[in-house]
């Protein structure tokens, strides 16, 4: 009962996921001006930083993610001292999109700024721009604007202290003999929640093209959910590796062994099936545990940053080599045999459920040398997806395919004359482990390799080897490799050459991305294409304008429909939805041919001629850069402001379907553009 509850509750949770809002506020700062003395002050940011989120550091270098920066726009009476500092928990990973490792803060952040003050009355105005992703979208460089003015303190007096847009300010007159002569006045930066919704600056003929369609949108059903069938996949992921376990030599054998012993041991065949439940019950509870003490020994900021740690990408690497070794029957990875003793002994003292729990604990410990490699590689695969609660999913799913056989064997007992007999056929899927262990190594040797440069491990050596790897694998299930345990004598079923097909079938496949092929079923465990030395793929998509207005004019005049493209250069989900899903011909074909493609980079830091002061949730804000601009239109157009973005317009600016964020189903995107196509046709 306690197993059905978990597991619809379970189930539950993966289907009732929380629906996010388009409008995202991760991220809020706050400004303070600190005088040190009558000569030096610091102005410092202050941010909180919303769980899975995160904010860059400062100098990440070109190429990259949009780093920290401090901007002055008008400055008297003081004087920058050095450059922006950045104070916290700095996290430092290998980003294998943008090929470099880069720094960012969880939870918190400050960013400090020291300025000199030369005398006299001084005002410091200017703004911090700052990037933030999460693992699914980045929002635009965001600046966090501060004015500051006064005088300097004279012979230790205090001094007026002004702020732009303060509710109120301290004159000197009002400080007390017994105040702290450090000033501290705080200005809270505000969640981007559009008010003022007009064109900044554009020209008469473009103002339509600015007005909002926010409510047009919502008319065709826009929403964006969490990705909740990740979830789902590592559960799925995990009971595939449990099913496997089930059919090795550790395990297979134990399962008539086991059931037999529950029904013997009592007259009541009921209390036997109980009792059987509860063995299984407690295999889930075992395995569970495991899984929950990954996440509290790493805790949930180590596993967001395992998937690009270059040491730990090294560390897995190494372990699947050994676990892919230990298939091939090189050695046998046991634990202590005095542990399985132990337990067994103490089963053996107990009573109750207490006995029937130690029970399954000795199952885990004998039949590690099976599960171990296979708990050791899904807890790795799952781990590195940054989610605190996916190894605990994982080894759910694992622990209910271990257990389910010894529960409804002990339902139906005559179903065990019909288990297949121990034999050869159990190495053979023990060896099939191994070779698949091996390749998937090879994806955590790639970011090592792009961490330090090696540039051993491009993506055409990468895709050699899991050839090779592939190919080998077709020859062992045909019977042309034996290792040293498999049975001389063991014939090649039609299972066997059915997989055996299957395997050579793969390697076959992925010859062509050796000259460039985008490989649609490896990329996610293969470098970039970037990687590629010889790319003969010519089917690209380009944007026709990177210029909102000027796109848009075009589409009307030519009486096309208008892909709006919100991107960003740090944007890494970005490049991910252009190599996944772009290459594809009918998706390229519809971009190219059928729509005025128009990318808009809300991190382009070209300056804009002229400021523009716009009004947002009642402040004042400043557009200082085109990425200021593109993202000022995101947010009041469309009611967003994470990327990447996808919206589909008829050429006078009206939404076409509803809008599309970060999903690589390459047939939902096609079906997205193809309903817009069909509206604008109507």
């Not at 916290?88 to 290998?94: A, I, K, R, S």
């Not at 970039?528 to 010889?534: E, I, K, S, V």
């Amino acid at each position: 009962m306690v197993k059905k509850i978990v597991i619809s509750w379970l189930f539950m949770a993966l289907l009732c996921l929380p629906v996010l809002a388009q409008m995202q506020n991760p991220i809020k700062f706050k400004t303070e001006w600190k005088e040190i003395s009558s000569t030096e002050a610091e102005i410092v940011f202050s941010g909180t930083i919303d769980d899975g989120w995160h904010v860059y550091s400062t100098n990440l270098g070109d190429g990259g993610p949009t780093s920290a920066t401090f901007n002055i726009d008008e400055i008297k009476g003081a004087e920058v001292v050095g450059e922006l500092k950045a104070v916290g928990n700095e996290v430092e990973v290998m980003d294998p999109v943008f090929e470099m490792m880069v720094r960012f803060f969880e939870g918190s952040v400050k960013f400090v700024q020291k300025v000199k003050l030369t005398g006299g009355d001084y005002k410091v105005t200017g703004y911090l721009q700052y990037g933030a992703c999460d693992d699914q979208s980045c929002l635009p460089p965001t600046s966090v604007d501060f004015s500051y003015s006064g005088t300097v303190a004279q012979k230790g007096g205090a001094a007026p202290v002004k702020v732009a847009g303060a509710v109120a300010e301290k004159t000197a007159a009002e400080v007390k003999a017994g105040d702290v002569q450090e000033q501290v006045v705080v200005v809270e930066e505000l969640p981007a929640q559009t008010d003022s919704v007009a064109a900044p600056q554009a020209a008469a003929g473009a103002k339509d093209y600015w007005a909002p369609v926010i409510g047009e949108l919502n008319n065709f059903g826009e929403h964006v959910e969490q990705d909740s069938h990740s979830w789902i996949y590592i559960f799925f992921t995990g009971f595939v590796g449990g099913l496997l376990a089930l059919f090795t030599p550790c395990v297979w054998p134990i399962i008539p062994m086991t059931v037999s012993f529950f029904l013997k041991r009592t007259k009541d065949k009921k209390k036997g099936i109980r009792d059987a439940w509860t063995y299984g019950a407690s295999i889930v509870v075992i395995y569970v545990a495991l899984g929950l003490a990954v996440t509290l020994i790493f805790g949930a900021s180590a596993l967001n940053a395992l998937s690009t740690n270059a040491i730990f990408n090294i560390f897995f690497f190494l372990m699947l080599v050994v676990f892919a070794a230990s298939f091939f029957g090189a050695f046998e990875i046991t634990l202590p045999s005095k542990w399985s003793n132990a337990v067994d002994s103490k089963a053996e003292q107990t009573t109750g459920l207490l006995s029937i729990f130690l029970m399954a604990f000795t199952l885990s410990l004998v039949s590690f040398s099976c599960t171990g490699p296979i708990i050791g590689f899904l807890l790795v695969e799952v781990s590195t997806t940054g989610s605190v609660i996916a190894p605990a999913i994982g080894m759910l799913g694992f622990a209910i395919a271990l257990a389910l056989p010894f529960t409804l064997f002990a339902m139906f007992p005559s179903w065990l004359k019909s288990m297949p007999k121990s034999g050869g056929w159990m190495n053979v899927i023990k060896v099939t482990l191994g070779f698949l262990e091996l390749a998937f190594a090879l994806k955590f040797l790639s970011v090592a390799d792009l961490a330090y440069g090696w540039g051993i491990l491009d993506r055409e050596a990468f895709l050699s080897l899991w050839i090779i790897i592939f190919g080998l694998l077709g020859l062992y299930l045909l019977g042309k490799i034996k290792f040293a345990h498999d049975d001389d004598n063991n014939k090649v079923g039609v299972t066997r050459f059915f997989m055996a097909l299957i395997s050579l079938a793969f390697a076959v496949y992925m010859i062509p991305g050796l000259w460039g092929a985008p490989l649609k079923a490896v990329s996610a465990f293969a470098p970039p294409m970037q990687t590629q030395d010889f790319n003969l793929y010519k089917n690209e998509v380009h944007a026709k304008f990177t210029d909102y207005d000027a796109g848009m004019e075009y589409a009307r005049q030519n009486g096309k429909p208008v892909m709006i493209d919100f991107t960003g250069y740090g944007c890494v989900n970005c490049r991910k939805m252009e190599l996944a899903v772009w290459t594809d011909p009918k998706v390229g074909k519809l971009l190219n041919e059928d729509y005025v493609l128009i990318t808009l980079y809300v991190d382009e830091k070209t300056k804009l001629p002229e400021p523009i002061k716009i009004v947002e949730n009642g402040s004042e804000r400043t557009l200082r850069t085109v990425g200021d601009k593109w993202s000022y239109l995101q947010r009041s157009k469309f009611g967003a402001n994470a990327q990447p973005f996808y919206v589909l317009l008829d050429n006078e600016g009206k939404p076409l379907n509803k809008s599309y964020a970060y999903d690589e189903d390459i047939a939902k995107y096609v079906d997205f553009l193809e309903t817009g196509l069909k509206n604008y046709k109507k």
